[in-house]
């Protein structure tokens, strides 16, 4: 039997290696088991469920399930949160087949499925397009009179509210209310997120003040998404007077907020109180995230500012954070908009020795950026090294060939892309058959006509 001060140095080591897991450095953690072996301190359960859930969230679904066999080989068994892990990491990869088999060897080893089994599965479904078999998943947590939880409520009203189904959240939302759930500042706001998505601004600020007469105090989240809707629905002002109140507040705590009222502001060409707001994130130091810092970038090159975007680029690396694959992206589009395409190869080389694991989007802006400035070859040169293509590929490529009144080559080019069941653009169809047929080529207009159709039938 194991001593208590085993017991307590088994529960130390699994703090240590929770913190390094929570920091991304897993060959540290393992360090750290093989480590405490050596001396003497066995892991247990706890400590293989942390790392299963790390390689799970940070590696794959396979690293983690890698895991059991060792479990196995050190004589401890798996439990439901074991499973648990394991069933997340191939819902946040929507790998449903992989859940539901990972249910089943649950119940081979007599592990029953907890309510977090239940609700992550109900996820999936619902990340999935799935809201059927979601519901149905909720109905079994029913059936089974399993203990619910806040998260089951929120997981099923979020789910709802995605995949259009708005209504049916309200409905539910009002009937659990009658039936005694309180409900948390959290449903609130996913009702509030679902009701500004679905168009129904009034409903929502409804929702904003029901959320205060229940004595919750709404947070960033809750002002940000009425004050976006208020600006989707071009109520300008509202909107404004919304971040007002978040300022008066202290909830404007972070740039997310300032960028957004800039964007509307920059989107109606209000350009001096934009510049205003932009200037304010720089000159106080807001810690900008990498979206918030795309998304200011993206507005400098929109309105043609190239000089403060790389101003911005500047300070924030010298800040130390880092610029991803959608950084580079808008700088290389910018950049193409302005026919500086030395310049945006330089920054997809960059992109190839950073490693970045695609870069199709920048690839796409380049070659787009390349048609619309008439370097067709050097377009189709690109295109024809590209490792991976998609639909936008395609019709640039197609619309770019015909523009040059190359209408045999866009019609080849639109059939193979037809023929492989990606979407092409209808205006490049109708341009390529009228193409065809002024340039002499009405049977051949006729052929890419009858294969279209052809091509639609089988993959409809």
Known sequence: MWSIKDKLSTRLMNICIASLCKAKQLEKAESVIVDGIRIGVQPDVVTYNTVIAAYCRVVGIDAGYSILHRMKEAGINPDVITYNSLIAGATRYCMLSRCLDLFDEMLEMSILPDIWSYNTLMHCFFKLRKPDEAYRVFQDIILKDISLHPATFNILMNGLCKNGYTENALMLFRSLKRHGFTPQLVTYN????????????????????????????????????????????????????????????????????????????????????????????????????????????????????????????????????????????????????????????????????????????????????????????????????????????????????????????????????????????????RVVISGLRSSGFSHEARKVQSKIRLAKILHY
């Open 190 to 429: 996913i009702l509030i997120h679902g009701l500004c998505k679905s168009g129904r601004g009034k409903t929502a600020k409804e929702f904003l003040n029901e959320l205060v007469e229940a004595g919750h105090i709404p947070n960033a989240i809750t002002y940000t998404t009425v004050m976006k809707c208020c600006f989707r629905c071009r109520q300008f002002e509202e909107g404004l007077k919304i971040f007002a109140e978040m300022r008066r507040k202290g909830y404007t705590y972070d740039a997310f907020a300032y960028c957004t009222v800039a964007s509307m502001l920059l989107k109606t060409g209000r350009m001096n109180e934009a510049n205003e707001y932009l200037g304010y994130i720089i000159t106080n130091g807001f810690d900008l995230d990498t979206v918030s810092f795309n998304n200011i970038i993206n507005l400098y090159y929109k309105e043609g500012q190239l000089d403060n975007a790389y101003k911005l680029l500047y300070e924030a690396e010298k800040k130390g954070l880092k610029s991803d694959k959608y950084t580079h992206t808008i700088l290389i589009d910018g950049l193409c908009r302005t026919g500086n395409f030395k310049e945006a190869q330089q920054h997809l080389d960059c992109m190839s020795m950073m490693g970045f694991d695609s870069n199709l989007v920048a690839l796409n802006s380049f070659i787009n950026g390349l048609c619309k400035a008439g370097h067709l070859d050097h377009a189709l040169r690109m295109f024809e090294s590209m490792d991976a293509k998609d639909s936008f590929t395609y019709s640039t490529i197609v619309h770019g060939l015909c523009k040059a009144g190359r209408f045999c080559a866009a019609s080849k080019l639109l059939l193979s892309c037809v023929r492989d069941g990606m979407r092409i653009l209808k205006s490049n169809k």
